[in-house]
């Protein structure tokens, strides 16, 4: 039953078939942008031209006309990822760097025209200081088109900033783990010592106070969990202990699994509770670089280039054991917990692992910083990286808006 077809007709069929599939998906994603409805479906997702390319996968090119929209004197800097003013080298080659992503064309922000889209909506970040990373970008990037941009602190943000000029409003609030979590100091039981000094108690069903009563006041929504799930943060004497419905879980959960059921909990909580046209988005890991050793042993990111492509296997496969591997090892784990969720990827990983030479290092713009803490091969340089990824966001939240629509 397979009918064979003259040779000389499968290009025009093939033709046909993109002809037709081009159609469809540009009229599909015309009909839902004009349609009020609040969720879109499978099927206009799939079809819609946006997702025929993968913002996520590209090379970066060197381009001396990409430059900075901010610079040191933006308010919204955080003082040890000011790297302009703390004066790191290479600042200016640093951000050189443009994202080119494989088959598509990525535009930069325009902040007027992002947040004229944006008028009467608030975005909000949810989750660790890499999220916070990503926020103050944002903030600085913005502020660019609203020089009256006040610093904001409500509904148990961190921080963030309000833009008069168009009613909207960015913020992050900081969840590490994004359930609650508290310390349990040892009960001295008759003078009993097994060398820890307690605990912290980490409710997987219950999250943050930082971040439960948000709903509804933020139409776009960034998610993050995953640099605090180590030892470091959490050493055997101090450990996680896992609970559900205030007790503990039996047997006790190591911090992978806890962190599976934390995540677990925490989706179906945003599932249920965010209204289903909050727009919402997980960030996937953002990669360390951390060189000859883990921060703690004096590793180092002195790089003055992003690395090759067939070298990341060797800094991040889980496989090699090498210090940056957390990254990888955890995205498969968010991965796994989102499949079935209404909570878009933001795979940020694999653009961010190129960029060895886009950290603080060692300026951190306090003399004994390094001394104390390292250098940091984990958050990054602003200006730098993580403007790309707000035009990644942008533009997504521009597709997005447009499909459930919004604009
Ligand atoms: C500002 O935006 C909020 C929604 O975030 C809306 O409720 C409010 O009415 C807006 N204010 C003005 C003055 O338009
Ligand atoms: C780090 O470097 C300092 C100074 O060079 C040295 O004293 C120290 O032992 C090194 N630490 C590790 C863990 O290698
Ligand atoms: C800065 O760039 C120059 C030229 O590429 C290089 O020689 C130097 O090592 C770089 N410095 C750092 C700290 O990467």
Request: include cysteine; charge should be positive; hydrophobic fraction near 40%.
């Amino acid at each position: 039953m397979s009918p064979k077809l003259p040779s000389h007709l499968f290009p025009w069929l093939i033709l046909l078939t993109f002809a037709s599939f081009y159609f469809f998906s540009s009229f599909l994603s015309l009909s839902t942008f004009s349609s009020s409805s609040s969720s879109s479906s499978p099927t206009s997702q799939s079809l819609s031209i946006s997702n025929t390319c993968n913002l996520f996968r590209g090379h970066w090119v060197s381009d001396p006309n990409h430059t900075p929209l901010y610079d040191q004197t933006c308010p919204f800097h955080r003082n040890a990822w000011n790297c302009l003013r703390n004066e790191r080298q290479n600042m200016t080659l640093i951000n050189s760097w443009r994202w080119v992503p494989r088959n598509c064309h990525l535009p930069r922000i325009d902040p007027v025209r992002f947040l004229g889209m944006m008028k009467n909506t608030n975005i909000g970040f949810v989750g660790d200081s890499l999220n916070e990373n990503f926020l103050a970008s944002f903030l600085c990037i913005l502020s660019v088109a609203d020089k009256g941009a006040k610093k904001w602190k409500k509904k148990g943000a961190w921080r963030g900033a309000y833009f008069p000029k168009f009613n909207v409003t960015v913020a992050y609030h900081r969840a590490v783990l994004l359930s609650r979590y508290q310390w349990q100091p040892k009960q001295s039981e008759a003078g009993v010592k097994d060398g820890s000094e307690g605990f912290y108690r980490v409710d997987v069903d219950v999250p943050a106070d930082d971040w439960a009563k948000i709903a509804g006041f933020y139409d776009v929504l960034v998610f993050n969990t995953g640099h605090w799930w180590n030892r470091d943060k959490f050493p055997k004497e101090k450990p996680l202990v896992f609970y559900k419905a205030g007790q503990p879980i039996v047997p006790p959960l190591g911090m992978l699994d806890g962190l599976k059921v934390v995540l677990t909990n925490m989706v179906a909580y945003i599932q249920k509770e965010f209204p289903g046209n909050t727009l919402k988005f997980w960030r996937l890991q953002s990669p360390r670089h951390f060189y000859g050793g883990d921060w703690n042993q004096n590793g180092s990111c002195l790089f003055n280039k992003p690395l090759e492509e067939d070298e990341l296997d060797l800094w991040f496969e889980p496989r090699n054991n090498g210090v940056n591997k957390e990254a990888r090892v955890l995205n498969f784990v968010i991965e796994e917990a989102l499949q079935a969720a209404n909570i878009q990827l933001l795979d940020l990983t694999h653009l961010s692992e190129l960029r060895a030479d886009a950290h603080p290092a060692i300026w951190l713009g306090r003399k004994d910083a390094v001394a104390i803490w390292g250098q940091d091969c984990m958050h990054w340089c602003l200006p730098g990286v993580p403007d790309t990824w707000v035009d990644i966001l942008s533009q997504l939240i521009h597709d997005g808006l447009g499909r459930t629509g919004r604009l």
